[in-house]
C-alpha cells in the first residue's frame, strides 16, 4: 500500500486530562516518510519530535514523550486515531504540553482527521512484518503482550481487575477499516477508589465525568459523592448500575475496548505500521511502551535482513584476493578478506571465509575455536578501505587508517565454515581523505556483528 496524510489541517480544541490546561491540538499534512511528530508551537523555537517510543518518559495514566527539556503528555488516543484511520505521515502542532482529552475516547480525532481528507502519496508504505512470535512479560502483574504472525492487522485484548461490576472483558479488532465504528468511540475508565489518589497526586485537573467512565465497584456514602462533586464542579454525583450519574456505555465490554485503543496508540511509537496478529493480556501504558521497544528493536533487526548481500559463489567476483592484495597493504596473516563481490558509490560487499587453518584458532580459545571480534571489525575495515581508495586514481600508494570506532556490538559467534559477508556503506560524504561507514557483517541470515567506522587515507611518502 502506499502511505497517506491529510490534504488540509485540522483542528480541536479541549483541555488536558491531568493539567487541566486549555489547548488547541492541530493535525498538519506531512511529506512521505514524515511518519508522526509532535510540535510545540507555545515555545521558543518551536521545536518538532519523533513520537518515537525511545523517548517515553512516563506511563502514569497516560504516555509522556520528552525531547530536551519539552515533553508532551496523554499521546495515546490521537496517535491510535492515526493508526485507526490508516494515515502514515502528520505533524501535530500543540501550545500547550498535554493533547486534549475531548470525551476521553478517540472518535473527535477520527472525525477531525475525516474531515481533513486523506491524500494517497507516491511513497510505498513499509511494515513490520511479524514472521514469529514476540512476547513480553510482567511476573508482578500477569500482564502479557504476544505478537503474532498474520497477513494483516488485528488486535485482541484481555482485561480482568478483579471487578464484580466490571467483570473479565474481551475486545477484538480484526480490520482497521472498522476502527472507527467499533474503537474509536470508547472512553477512557477509572474506578472511583482511584479518584482519590489521583487528586493527591495532581492529576486529573481536566477531568469530569464527561471525558471518563467512572465505575463504582465497592459502596459508598452519598457524603463521598458529594465532596466529589465539589472537586469536578458538578450539581450532584449519583451510581447507576456500578457507573457514575447516568452515563451509557456505548459497548457492554466499552472498557475492553478502550485498552484496544490504548494498545494500537502506544504501539505507534514504534514507528511503523504492523502487519500481524497483537495479544493483549491486562494491558497498561507501562507494558504497551516496553513491548512497543521490543517490536521497535525486533524491526530494525528485520530491516537490515533486507539489506542483505545476495553472495552467488558462480560469479566472478570484482576483487579476487590477488587484486585485493595489490591495493592493500595487508599480507598474511593480517589480508582478512578474500573477495569482493559488489560495489558501488556508496556500499560494498567483501566475503571472508572462515577455515580451521586460520592461526588466531590455534591460540585464541583452542578447544572453542571462535573467531575473535576484533578480527571481524578489522575485515570490516578492510572491506571498507577497498571502497574509499576506489576513489583515488593510484589506489594502491595509499593506506587507511582508523580514526574511531564506534558502537561495536557482537551477536553471535563466528566459527570455522562459516562464510561472512561484510557490507560498508558510507555513512557522510568523504572529505579530505575521512570516510564514516556503517559496517555490517553477516553469516547466512543472522547478523552477527557490527560498527560504525571513521578511516582517513594517507598517501604513501
Not at 491510535?80 to 475516547?105: F, H, K, R, Y
Not at 465504528?181 to 469530569?208: M, S, W, Y
Not at 493480556?281 to 528493536?297: D, S
Amino acid at each position: 500500500m502506499k502511505q497517506r496524510t491529510i490534504k488540509q489541517p485540522a483542528s480541536l480544541k479541549g483541555v488536558g486530562l491531568h493539567t487541566g490546561q486549555p489547548v488547541t491540538l492541530t493535525f498538519q499534512p506531512a511529506p512521505a516518510d514524515h511518519g508522526y511528530k509532535f510540535q510545540r508551537t507555545d515555545i521558543e523555537g518551536k521545536p518538532v519530535f519523533n513520537a518515537d517510543v525511545n523517548r517515553v518518559v512516563s506511563t502514569q495514566r497516560g504516555t509522556t514523550i520528552k525531547f530536551e527539556h519539552v515533553q508532551i503528555s496523554t499521546i495515546e488516543h490521537a496517535l491510535s486515531a492515526l493508526v485507526g484511520m490508516q494515515i502514515d505521515n502528520v505533524l501535530i502542532q500543540l501550545d500547550g504540553p498535554e493533547v486534549p482529552i475531548l470525551d476521553g475516547s478517540a472518535l473527535p480525532f477520527v472525525q477531525a482527521l475525516s474531515y481533513a481528507g486523506i491524500e494517497e502519496q507516491e511513497a510505498e508504505r513499509e511494515y513490520f512484518e511479524i514472521t514469529q512470535p514476540v512476547t513480553y512479560r510482567d511476573e508482578s502483574t500477569g500482564t502479557e503482550l504476544m505478537a503474532l504472525p498474520s497477513d494483516h492487522f488485528e488486535v485482541i485484548t484481555l482485561i480482568d481487575f478483579n471487578s464484580d461490576v466490571l467483570g473479565q472483558q474481551y475486545a477484538q479488532l480484526t480490520d482497521l477499516n472498522n476502527y472507527e465504528k467499533e474503537i474509536a468511540p470508547c472512553r477512557t475508565f477509572v474506578f472511583l477508589h482511584e479518584l482519590e489518589v489521583l487528586f493527591q497526586q495532581n492529576l486529573i485537573k481536566g477531568g469530569d465525568l464527561d471525558n471518563a467512565i467512572v465505575i463504582v465497584d465497592k459502596t459508598v456514602e452519598q457524603l463521598f459523592l458529594d465532596e466529589l462533586a465539589v472537586k469536578i464542579n458538578k450539581k450532584s454525583v449519583k451510581v447507576r448500575e456500578g457507573i457514575l450519574n447516568t452515563l451509557d456505555l456505548h459497548f457492554k465490554n466499552e472498557p475492553a475496548r478502550h485498552k484496544l485503543l490504548d494498545v494500537i496508540g502506544d504501539l505507534a511509537l514504534m514507528g511503523h505500521p504492523i502487519k500481524g496478529k497483537i495479544v493483549a493480556i491486562k494491558p497498561g501504558h507501562k507494558a504497551n511502551v516496553e513491548f512497543a521497544k521490543l517490536l521497535k528493536k525486533q524491526f530494525q533487526e528485520q530491516r537490515k535482513l533486507k539489506g542483505k548481500p545476495v553472495y552467488d559463489p558462480d560469479k566472478a567476483p570484482l576483487f579476487d584476493s590477488v587484486k585485493i592484495a595489490q591495493w592493500l597493504p595487508h599480507r598474511y596473516p593480517f589480508l582478512l578478506v578474500d573477495k569482493i563481490i559488489e560495489m558501488s558509490e556508496n556500499y560494498i560487499v567483501g566475503v571472508k571465509n572462515v577455515t580451521f587453518n586460520e592461526q588466531f584458532f590455534q591460540g585464541h580459545f583452542p578447544n572453542n575455536p571462535v573467531m575473535p571480534g576484533v578480527l571481524q571489525v578489522e575485515a570490516m575495515a578492510q572491506t571498507g578501505g577497498i571502497l574509499a581508495l576506489s576513489t583515488v586514481e593510484d589506489p594502491g600508494n595509499w593506506d587507511t587508517y582508523f580514526l574511531k570506532i564506534e558502537n561495536v556490538k557482537f551477536r553471535y559467534k563466528v566459527l570455522p565454515g562459516d562464510t561472512i559477508l561484510f557490507k560498508l556503506e558510507m555513512v557522510a560524504p568523504m572529505r579530505r581523505g575521512i570516510c564514516q561507514m556503517l559496517g555490517t557483517a553477516y553469516v547466512g541470515n543472522r547478523i552477527v556483528s557490527e560498527a560504525e567506522l571513521t578511516a582517513q587515507m594517507v598517501r604513501r611518502s
